[in-house]
């Protein structure tokens, strides 16, 4: 059975800082790139972070960059995301995700957590 189960979220005043975690199990994680999403109230899902699989290499949304970092320990199947100089925008709910292709069948496997709920907010 395939689960993500995000963990860290919380109240944190403007300019704090957080780290989320984001624990996978029942599927290869090491095979999978990993991401950061979130979603504020009455806005769309929006990509935070991601880290490939194979490298670690990152990439982040332009309004993260500098602040926030994304990182893997693939001996403890888990992704992390470390919030600094967090603003009251950053509030919303922040989703894992696992993504993979296979070429050989054609096919895109993705799994999602239930998501974990950040407030910044003085």
């Known amino acids: 059975q395939v689960q993500l189960v995000e963990s860290g979220g919380g109240l944190v005043q403007p300019g704090g800082s957080l780290r989320l975690s984001c624990a996978a199990s029942?599927?290869?994680?090491?095979?999978?790139?990993m991401s950061w999403y979130r979603q504020a109230p009455g806005k769309e899902r929006e990509l935070v972070a991601v880290?490939?699989?194979?490298?670690?290499?990152?990439k982040y949304a332009d309004s993260m960059k500098g602040r926030f970092t994304i990182s893997r320990d693939n001996a403890k199947n888990t992704v992390y995301l470390r919030m600094n100089s967090l603003k009251p925008e950053d509030t919303a709910v922040y989703y894992c995700?696992?993504?993979?292709?296979?070429?050989?069948?054609?096919?895109?496997?993705?799994?999602w957590g239930q998501g974990t709920q950040v407030t910044v907010s003085s």
């Open positions: 995700n696992a993504h993979m292709g296979d070429l050989a069948t054609m096919t895109t496997y993705d799994y």
């Open positions: 880290i490939t699989s194979v490298g670690g290499r990152t």
């Open positions: 029942g599927f290869t994680f090491s095979s999978y790139a």
